[in-house]
């Protein structure tokens, strides 16, 4: 049965940790190491670069919401062979980049094949291989690849671009995908559990199920709230990108950065833990109260740095950071099975996904021009702070919708 610790699930869930750590800190946690080195290669500023995330919006409108579609409807399985196979190659093909449009276009080409590999492929077996008792933790469990890449690969990265440049860092990145990481796919995941569907009827609600197209979704009052929470999340979740150029604008060294980038991925792998046992034993607003502990102290401590900084100071920031950043991760998927279930999960998360990545794909270049029209982070921080409370009140509400259904 889904349910039982020793099932086929915990498999799936060691090959999404590797995933994880290997791709998804590649192509994403990684960009706040990556980013002065190809800036400044390509000869562009920060804002001109982090610009592809905008560019990209418009692909992943109709990319993600398909995705999710396949993925209720066709083998995750092969699907996520496909896309792993395409980011590795991708990564490949970005090494070789001579100019900012050429920089574009493959992160486009990219684009395409990023829903099909990273986060919601995994949230969805996760989501068809464990009960509500065990869903969150497994899923922590999963996204702690994030983090663990962070940790263990930080310092690592920073000294090998220093050493050998940001290209053949990023390619042997991308060949690691393509040799390892695709083949795996096919020889590790099952597609369902035996035991799924009475585990989908015990779990459907006895009053009417929630539909999946866009419109029902929209009249949804849970939906938009989650949508806003997240959206806020997002937002504020960009500012990973920053956090390396945040320390050096303060007087610190790259290396330093590193430093501080490794703390907060080493407190989020216990965090993500706790949230998700907080989901899965203490209720939604529980794990909701635990991100909003780590999102507000840091940025609200990231202000005040502004003024006056301190290793202490920014050592406790990363403390903060590293929990507030577990909502990137844990929050969506947790939400979205424990609203609205796990029948059609993958298409209401890829939904959800897709409102809250315009958020994102914003946030990264307007971060990017306060910082550059400012000076410094002061601006973009106070922004931060203010959304991190509005996200935590969206979240709340959706919650108490739920629970007086």
């Not at 090998?160 to 020889?187: D, H, K, N, Q």
């Amino acid at each position: 049965m889904a349910g039982k610790k020793n099932n086929y699930g915990w498999i799936i869930v060691a090959y999404g940790v590797l995933c994880m750590l290997v791709l998804h800190y590649g192509t994403v946690g990684s960009q706040a190491i990556f980013l002065l080195p190809i800036t400044k290669d390509l000869g562009v500023s920060t804002t001109t670069l982090t610009l592809a995330s905008t560019y990209s919006t418009i692909v992943s409108f109709i990319v993600t919401p398909l995705a999710g579609t396949l993925m209720n409807k066709k083998s995750v399985r092969k699907l996520l062979f496909a896309g792993v196979l395409g980011m590795g190659l991708t990564m490949v093909a970005q090494s070789y980049v001579t100019s900012v449009y050429a920089y574009y276009a493959v992160y486009l080409i990219r684009t395409i094949f990023n829903p099909f590999a990273l986060m919601m492929p995994f949230a969805t077996l996760v989501a068809r291989w464990f009960s509500k008792e065990n869903r969150s933790f497994a899923t922590s469990i999963v996204f702690v690849g994030i983090s663990l890449g962070g940790v263990l690969l930080s310092n690592p990265l920073t000294a090998l671009i220093e050493m050998f440049g940001w290209r053949t860092t990023y390619r042997f990145y991308g060949l690691i995908a393509v040799v390892l990481l695709s083949p795996l796919a096919l020889l590790l995941v099952r597609d369902y559990p035996t035991g799924y569907e009475e585990m989908i009827r015990e779990e459907t609600p006895k009053e009417e199920g929630t539909k999946a197209d866009f419109l029902s979704l929209l009249k949804d009052k849970r939906f938009l709230l989650v949508c806003g929470g997240m959206g806020c999340i997002s937002f504020i979740g960009c500012s990973l990108y920053h956090i390396s150029s945040y320390v050096q604008s303060l007087g610190y060294d790259a290396q330093f950065g590193a430093t501080v980038i490794s703390l907060y991925n080493f407190v989020c792998i216990f965090s993500k833990m706790i949230m998700g046992r907080l989901f899965d034993k203490k209720g939604l607003k529980a794990g909701i109260w635990f991100g909003a502990l780590g999102i507000i102290g840091s940025y609200f401590l990231m202000t005040i740095s502004i003024f006056k900084s301190s290793t202490a100071l920014l050592i406790l920031i990363a403390l903060f950071y590293g929990i507030g950043n577990t909502c990137q991760s844990i929050t969506a998927p947790s939400l979205v099975s424990g609203i609205f279930g796990v029948k059609n999960y993958s298409e209401i998360y890829s939904k959800m996904t897709t409102v809250t990545m315009v958020v994102s794909a914003v946030s990264t270049p307007v971060l990017s021009a306060m910082y550059e029209a400012g000076g410094n982070y002061l601006a973009a921080w106070a922004v931060c702070l203010v959304l991190s409370v509005v996200s935590t009140v969206c979240l709340l509400a959706a919650s108490r919708i739920r629970e007086e259904r």
